[in-house]
């Protein structure tokens, strides 16, 4: 016992980065918040950050699986391991737990994504040792039961039909298929329809016990708790142990060449989605930063360039916006909007010839000057919350970037010149090998589509 | 006999425990929520509020103006939100949309949300940019210019809009289809985001009407939440607003909705590979008694998986794979809805039944003292985690503000939720939840309906028609 509390002492001393970073200049005066970080023994570590201006405490836990660790045949294998976490352990049934947490407002939430996953779980601070200990148990001794796995079996499939409904949902779902091909990004997080009826019990646990493990994982324990909390993690945790887990192996974006249309037929909408993309970039690319500066201008928000064209002058959309989906893989650049059936064809020529015209010309200086005010304005407000700080935290050291990325950033933006800006545009804008989709009824769609690239019509069932 | 006494006294010192536990914990978080804003008002009727927090730098700005769907004319529906996208357009200081550019170019950004009682503008700035803030809406609350061709532009991205949130969006057309078949009489029949034929129809003429009238100093309320100072602010605030004159600002004709003498139903038949239905009963106005015991009922009902609903009909009957309750009390009385996705192939009668089965337990039978405590701890937990950004600060003021025209409710009301008696619940469930009163709406496919539905409106929840 008291070995234990010497070991979490000398830790403390050890691990803790205590971080209070001011930017001087140009205005801004954000200070990143203090954290501290420690290690558990059973290897598990574990980001600190206080906050005390309101009485709440909240744990967030990433796990360094996703979706496209799915075996092929077993997508959705993931999301479903991470949904059946508190639906039943080796001390409480799926109701003792939930009765046990909604009676001091404990919330839970596992949230499945293509390359982690992320458990969170939050209570009111005076009830800090009940959300410990029901959140430890959850992670740690889940006992996925056979009656359980074929309730959320059943809801599953059932969200998968419905998805048949939801145009935008099933848009997303339809292009990383259409853009990923083999490449395991390809797999949909909530699995087909026939992997999902695939799924058992032993792939479950396999999957679990082979991913679920404190070297695997990160926690941040965030608000206001007690002074011993550490003391109390190593107490929760205590008998999960650690095994190596496999690391993945990243075979990069599938790459296709020139410009492809795929139409994702229902007769019944009235209203077309259309996605744009090709390949983007890893999250630890060093170019990370000029591209969120160039992208900013093209599609970043109102008075983005496919803001003014497509929505202001034009009045196709509501909205239109672009994006790195910078992934621990390649992840897609994507424009996405959605307009009227009978405008199909002006929306995606005139989103083309914006692209197409912003690689040749590049940035002007004033549009680099806004869009470097705006993201330096963003930036303090996107890490308003400790939670906030939590989470960024955890992810930027899973896709292997340093916490410098936080304290460097204002001046890395600023930085940045419109010559740079030329180079990565060059480099990873490009609007003649753009992949096209748009959900639509397919008869008003293809006539509309001359000129733009083959095309080629899949029913939207194809998807489920 | 004695049995039973022994446990009933066991559970009355468990719940004596539990209550005086509660009350020394709800007092910490009424401490700790409660926050120190300075109100004033101007001479020409405008009303600010400011709470300094120097957490973040960086300042929000809201101003809100007491205008909504609501106040439009049958005809004219969807103007208030309509409106509230050419408030982005331009006057003769900042023309063509350079609002946006320069918000953009101060490391800002802005947007606005229309509902049915009331419009609301938001702008963040970095904390040295509360000035651009001031000059921007207090410009844009006198000086808006109109353009037709840009009206008619927008027009076709609010009808956009209308088209992603209603005619493509299952939940829209039930949303829209439920306020229209609860509410017959009162304004708030009509969809916030307005039908086809009248964004069709409405003209420049309308829009300066409609602006002339509601966007006054005396109509609006400004709250500012973040890093300033208040000294600072209010000679800004003097500075831009003193001189816009105030207006005479029409009382709205009271409707009162007459009450429901049966049960109404409205199907909306659409190819789906489920059926979607809502159940609603009309019931009270924001800050009404009954408020509070009505958003603790929907809470037992459905909050969260251990809440009746979500036990008897996703948990064991697995009817539905998604069942929500709200008790939606905006500034004129409201409704109660149980919202439900059934699953493929499920049969709408027999989950209405159980839905039925539920509400008529409420009204009938007592809750049990732990389900009292856990929707009043729901209650409480939300109340902090909405108060953990600025916006979220802001916004909780604005609205206790519009609403009551005293943002001090926001202090009081935990202390009336934590008031409220497992009695007072059942109560109110019994007054207002009944068979007679109620609603039903679906979206289904292969049934042929009454008359042909063709999508008509509305966002999903009390808000709607953002602009982004």
Redesign the interface.
């Given at each position: 016992m008291k070995n234990t509390v010497l070991f979490i002492a000398v830790l403390l001393s050890l691990g803790c980065s205590s971080s209070p970073i001011s930017f001087g200049g140009g205005g801004e005066k954000f200070k990143l918040r203090p954290y501290k970080d420690v290690t558990l023994k059973n290897g598990l570590k574990v980001l600190l950050i206080e906050d005390k201006t309101l009485p709440y405490i909240s744990l967030g836990m990433l796990i360094k699986v996703g979706s496209s660790q799915d075996p092929a045949g077993l997508s959705g294998l993931n999301d479903m391991v991470s949904e059946l976490l508190d639906k039943g352990t080796r001390k409480h049934s799926a109701i003792e737990l939930s009765d046990q947490m909604a009676q001091y407002a404990g919330d839970f939430n596992a949230s499945a994504g293509i390359d982690a996953t992320y458990a969170s779980a939050s209570a009111l601070s005076f009830n800090e040792d009940k959300l410990l200990g029901h959140f430890a148990e959850i992670i740690t001794e889940a006992s996925f039961s056979k009656l359980e796995l074929e309730r959320l079996r059943k809801r599953r499939l059932a969200q998968i039909k419905q998805m048949a409904d939801d145009p935008d949902g099933l848009t997303e779902v339809a292009f990383e298929e259409f853009l990923y091909g083999q490449h395991p990004y390809a797999r949909p997080v909530a699995g087909k329809l026939k992997d999902v009826r695939a799924i058992s019990k032993k792939h479950i646990i396999k999957h679990y016990l082979q991913y679920y493990r404190p070297g695997n994982a990160q926690l941040a324990i965030v608000g206001t708790y007690s002074p011993n909390i550490v003391e109390k993690l190593e107490a929760a945790f205590a008998k999960w142990s650690d095994r190596p887990v496999t690391q993945r192996t990243l075979t990069g974006y599938p790459q296709g060449t020139g410009r492809n249309v795929l139409v994702v037929d229902k007769g019944d909408l009235q209203q077309a989605q259309i996605r744009f993309g090709h390949k983007g970039i890893r999250r630890n690319n060093e170019d990370f930063v000029a591209l969120r500066v160039a992208n900013a201008i093209l599609g970043g928000g109102f008075s983005s360039r496919l803001m003014e064209e497509v929505r202001v002058k034009r009045g196709l959309t509501y909205n239109v916006s672009s994006g790195f989906d910078a992934r621990l893989d390649e992840g897609p650049f994507v424009i996405s909007t959605f307009t009227r059936p009978d405008k199909i064809g002006e929306t995606v020529k005139e989103v083309l010839r914006v692209v197409a015209e912003y690689q040749e010309t590049g940035p002007t200086e004033l549009e680099l000057s806004e869009a470097k005010a705006l993201l330096k304005g963003q930036f303090p407000r996107t890490l308003e919350t400790p939670e906030a700080l939590a989470s960024n935290l955890l992810y930027l050291r899973f896709y292997g970037v340093t916490d410098n990325y936080l304290t460097t950033y204002l001046q890395e933006v600023e930085r940045l010149k419109v010559a740079d800006l030329k180079r990565v545009i060059k480099q990873h804008f490009n609007s003649e090998n753009m992949q096209i989709l748009i959900h639509a009824p397919r008869a008003k769609t293809v006539p509309q589509l001359e000129g733009v690239g083959p095309v080629e019509v899949v029913s939207y069932q194809k998807y489920l | 006999m004695s049995f039973s006494k022994k446990i009933a006294m066991a559970i009355s010192l468990s719940v004596c425990i539990g209550v005086q536990a509660q009350a020394t914990?709800q007092k910490?978080?009424a401490t700790?929520?409660k926050m120190k804003v300075d109100k004033f008002t101007l001479d020409n009727g405008l009303t600010v509020l400011l709470h300094e927090d120097h957490?973040?730098?960086?300042v929000n700005f809201q101003q809100w103006f007491r205008v909504g769907s609501r106040h439009e004319k049958p005809g004219l529906t969807g103007l208030a939100h309509f409106f509230e996208h050419l408030m982005?357009k331009g006057t003769n200081k900042y023309p063509n949309?350079e609002f946006?550019?320069l918000i953009?170019?101060?490391?800002?950004?802005?947007n606005a949300f229309t509902t049915r009682d009331f419009t609301g503008y938001y702008i963040?700035?970095?904390?040295?940019k509360l000035e651009l803030a001031a000059d921007i809406e207090s410009d844009r609350m006198r000086n808006l210019i109109f353009d037709q061709k840009q009206i008619?532009?927008?027009?076709?991205?609010?009808?956009?809009?209308r088209?992603?949130r209603v005619?493509?969006?299952?939940f829209g057309l039930l949303d829209e289809k439920i306020w229209a078949s609860v509410f017959k009489v009162h304004p708030y029949t009509w969809p916030v985001i307005g039908s086809m034929a009248d964004l069709n129809r409405a003209t420049i003429d309308d829009m300066k009407e409609f602006y002339r009238i509601y966007y006054a100093p005396n109509n609006a309320i400004i709250v500012i939440v973040g890093d300033f100072d208040s000294a600072a602010a209010k000679k800004l605030i003097t500075k831009y607003y003193a001189g816009i004159p105030k207006q005479t600002i029409p009382e709205p004709a009271k409707v009162i909705e007459p009450a429901q003498m049966g049960e109404r139903r409205a199907i909306i038949s659409?190819?789906?590979?489920?059926t979607s239905a809502v159940v609603a009963f009309p019931t009270v106005r924001s800050g009404d008694l009954d408020m509070y015991a009505l958003d603790l009922a929907a809470n037992v009902l459905g909050?969260?998986?251990?809440?009746r609903l979500y036990?008897r009909m996703?948990?064991h009957q697995?009817t539905v794979?998604g069942v929500s309750v709200s008790s939606y009390t905006p500034e004129e009385p409201g409704m109660f809805k149980v919202s439900l996705?059934l699953?493929?192939g499920q049969g709408l009668e027999g989950v209405l039944a159980t839905v039925a089965a539920e509400v008529h337990k409420l009204r009938t039978q007592p809750i049990t003292d732990?389900e009292l405590?856990?929707a009043k701890?729901?209650v409480?937990?939300d109340y902090?985690?909405s108060?953990?950004?600025?916006s979220g600060k802001a916004n909780s003021l604005a609205v206790h503000e519009i609403y009551d025209h005293d943002y001090q409710g926001m202090f009081r009301d935990l202390e009336k939720y934590m008031n409220v008696t497992k009695e007072q619940i059942v109560a109110a469930a019994g007054k207002y939840l009944k068979p007679s009163a109620r609603t039903i709406v679906s979206v289904q496919s292969g049934v042929s309906a009454s008359k042909p539905v063709t999508?008509s409106v509305t966002p999903t929840e009390p808000t709607t028609g953002s602009r982004?």
């Open positions: - | 914990n910490d978080v700790a929520i957490t973040a730098p960086f982005f949309g946006d550019r953009r170019s101060n490391g800002g950004n802005s963040n700035l970095p904390s040295a008619d532009s927008e027009r076709e991205v609010v009808k956009e809009e088209r992603f005619e493509n969006e299952v659409k190819q789906v590979q489920n909050g969260g998986t251990s809440s036990r996703i948990y697995q794979s996705s699953k493929p732990a405590e856990k701890n729901a409480m937990k902090v985690e108060l953990k950004t600025f999508a982004q």
